[in-house]
């Protein structure tokens, strides 16, 4: 059992949610924020008591549970309540859900972003549960005149085993919420759970597909207008002016009008990404009505000059970063990219003397890996709801950042912060778009400017034309083999615009006992932003499709090969920076080698293995292709998971069979590309993304058992899949895959 001293009080949670409660509240509140059972409606407390910010108990046995982190499909709206109701040790079936209101001071990290939500909020939210049972055991050991300590709990229900006395927990609410916190805490033995590892279903399932309002293309109040923008057509373009006399008289139409974002003299914040400070904007009474106005709307623009601005980073750094002019084109950045393999690059790590083996090596395997650019394309398109006044601002949507947003537009407004209020609803897809939350800033000046409520909404074709893209990569890899095909050096050179993708104390660094890093990057005026597993989802791929290829040129088997360079990692590792467990990495193989029978596939099938260390989590993949027709199918793909503890099994395989069918669809036929600064690709018409028809026929996922604290899981499922998929399309057409996407004129079905 560990003792963990506490740190969230009452106060607080009310000092910081009084803003909330006396404004406009979502109409989506906790009443119908989750599955309420026909027992839970009938039977509603006639009063609550707040225990702590995290949970509420009503008379009746009843129990709110806050889930203080964006929801954006990944289900931690039902598994973060999951935790707290395990070490509150409450039944299930009295929890309901209800979405917290940005509160750091109690909830801390408050974004859905990194694969970090479970991890970060892991003790927190145990805490919370264990205080509110100490809370309650403290009531009852009073009420019953006994020492807490004979007191146990379980189900709901506090026990005293001696006297035969026993309550339910909502009996005891009203005096536990009047109880001193206690100075340390209880945690449970991972062993006693009884809720974590079990599977509970989605807390909004019901809401979802019956089409409950829930998201924020949802939210609507009475005399609401509805905005949209222009933006220059083209990166490296800029406002000039726009005659907007004759769309004010179109029926409907309110106002138009241009606004900055951001002010010259303000210093972005690192998520505050926008390529187009300046737009138009239309106001109307209904979307359709702004729809056509938008159309007929002649904005004139012109050629952006070159600029800098400064941006603090995440420890309150802050850079200057310069903006390039003119208008980009794919073709010259991949100039520009394959220029690179002849420069100089930034050396990033080196380990022995990769120059002399590289000299008197056998063999030497070199091969060059490409992406492009990718679109986030979430479902629901970027939209926002804003009602500010001259003493508030109320602001409703989809945002994964959502105290970033609230500074920036306190900032933007020239508002206290403590007078803004940002309420999150469910997101339609997040994949890093919603990290960035320029839309809300622009909902929250056009709602000061019309001095009235009004909902911001993005059609695709501003979406995707807007930036914040997946950057655009290259990776060169070189491997030395000596006389007897053994790796004696290992090189990648890798860059991006306007990033690098490279990692280089990930695997194999620390196995190779000669091994370069090297990285560049090239400036742009197109502006891209996380995209689900930054970096790694191009990465990952490439290094483990050259692995494979290494592994075949020194003919040894591919799962072996990796195992035998893990092994030496853990054994005799090379370097002291190296990011990755090899026990964990080397644990994740070998099960998949386990599940897949790998030593004896099917006929007909080909298959393809990766594995790959990301968001603290470990994953390995492998893939089988048959052809069907003269057409490759992904038939089944086995996935092993190490991400520590398991809270939600059902859950998390959900969200590890999404990433898989994520990266495969991308890595097959995403593409965006531009000429001039426009984008070649402004809808689905022309952005190709993967069909229903094309998803694995089969999806096993098994996750490796352990008591580690829960790591990522959103994201890990994503980047090796691309390397699996890649080595199995090498064994079902004879050909490598080295340029993404890999086909864009042949369908790959399920």
Not at 15 to 30: D, E, P, Q, V, Y
Not at 355 to 374: D, G, Q, V
């Amino acid at each position: 059992m560990k003792i963990i001293k506490t740190s969230i009080g009452r106060r607080s949670f009310i000092k910081r949610t009084t803003l909330a409660g006396g404004g406009i509240m979502l109409s989506f509140n906790w009443l119908t924020s989750c599955d309420m059972t026909p027992n839970q409606v009938k039977s509603l407390p006639k009063e609550w008591f707040k225990i702590n910010g995290f949970l509420k108990i009503g008379e009746n046995g009843l129990i709110t549970i806050m889930s203080p982190n964006p929801e954006i499909g990944q289900n931690i709206k039902t598994s973060m309540p999951m935790i707290v109701a395990e070490e509150l040790d409450a039944n299930w079936n009295d929890v309901v859900v209800e979405q917290a209101p940005l509160n750091t001071s109690i909830f801390k990290r408050q974004i859905a972003g990194g694969s970090q939500s479970i991890r970060q909020g892991w003790n927190s939210l145990r805490m919370a549960g264990a205080t509110a049972n100490a809370m309650l055991v403290a009531a009852a050991a009073q009420t019953w005149g006994v020492n807490k300590n004979e007191i146990s709990t379980s189900n709901g229900e506090l026990f005293h085993k001696a006297s035969g006395k026993k309550s339910g927990f909502g009996s005891m609410a009203s005096l536990a919420s009047k109880m001193d916190i206690p100075k340390e805490v209880f945690l449970k033995e991972i062993s006693d759970f009884k809720i974590i590892g079990t599977s509970r279903k989605n807390v909004d399932g019901t809401k979802i597909i019956t089409g409950k309002p829930l998201y924020g293309l949802d939210y609507s109040v009475d005399k609401m207008l509805i905005a949209m923008i222009v933006h220059p057509p083209a990166f490296g373009m800029q406002y000039k002016s726009m005659d907007a006399t004759e769309v004010k008289k179109m029926p409907g139409i309110k106002d138009v009008f241009s606004i900055k974002t951001v002010l010259e003299d303000y210093v972005k914040q690192g998520l505050d990404t926008d390529s187009f400070n300046e737009i138009a904007v239309i106001v109307g009474e209904s979307s359709w009505q702004v729809m056509q106005a938008k159309k007929q709307l002649k904005v004139n623009w012109e050629i952006a000059a070159e600029k800098t601005e400064k941006v603090k980073g995440w420890y309150g750094n802050v850079k200057t970063s310069l903006i390039p002019a003119g208008l980009e084109s794919s073709k010259e950045h991949n100039r520009l990219m394959n220029s690179m393999d002849n420069k100089k690059a930034r050396i990033v790590r080196q380990d022995g003397n990769p120059k002399a083996m590289f000299k008197k090596a056998a063999k030497i395997i070199e091969r060059t890996y490409t992406c492009p650019y990718l679109a986030h394309n979430t479902l629901e398109p970027m939209n926002f709801f804003a009602d500010v006044t001259d003493d508030r601002a109320v602001l409703v949507g989809p945002i994964q950042t959502p105290e970033a947003m609230e500074k920036t537009v306190s900032k933007r407004l020239k508002m206290p912060l403590e007078k803004i209020d940002i309420q999150m609803t469910r997101m339609g897809g997040g994949f890093g778009r919603r990290l960035y939350g320029h839309f809300v800033t622009e909902a929250a000046v056009i709602s000061q400017k019309m001095k009235c409520p009004i909902k911001l909404i993005y059609n695709r074709e501003d979406d995707m034309t807007q930036g914040s893209y997946r950057p655009t990569y290259r990776a060169t890899y070189r491997a030395a083999l000596d006389e007897n095909n053994n790796l004696i050096a290992f090189h990648v050179k890798a860059g991006g615009i306007p990033e690098s993708p490279l990692a280089a104390n990930r695997f194999p660094a620390g196995a190779v006992d000669h091994y370069l890093a090297e990285s560049w990057e090239l400036k742009s005026n197109i502006s891209v932003g996380a995209f689900r597993a930054p970096r790694s989802n191009f990465i990952a791929g490439a290094e483990q499709s050259f692995i494979d290829e290494v592994a075949e040129i020194a003919k040894k088997d591919p799962i072996q090969f990796r195992l035998d360079l893990l092994q030496k990692a853990k054994e005799n590792p090379v370097g002291k920076n190296n990011d990755y467990d090899a026990s964990r990495y080397a644990g994740v193989l070998e099960l998949v080698r386990e599940k897949s029978n790998w030593g004896n596939p099917q006929e007909g099938i080909h298959r393809g293995v990766s594995a790959y260390f990301c968001h603290n989590s470990y994953v390995a993949n492998v893939l089988d292709v048959k052809i069907q027709n003269g057409n490759p199918i992904v038939d089944k793909i086995y996935c092993t998971v190490d991400c520590g503890i398991v809270i939600n099994p059902d859950a998390a395989k959900n969200l590890s069979e999404g990433g898989l069918v994520d990266g495969i669809g991308h890595a097959l036929y995403s593409s965006m590309s531009f000429k001039d600064g426009r984008p070649e690709q402004q809808n689905f018409d022309t952005y190709r993304l993967i069909r229903h028809s094309e998803a694995p026929k089969k999806i096993q996922v098994d996750f490796v058992k352990n008591d580690i604290a829960p790591t990522g899981l959103g994201e890990p499922t994503f980047p090796p899949v691309v390397g699996a998929l890649a080595n199995a399309l090498y064994r079902a057409s004879g050909r490598r895959y080295y340029n993404q996407p890999f086909i864009t004129d042949k369908q790959i079905i399920g």
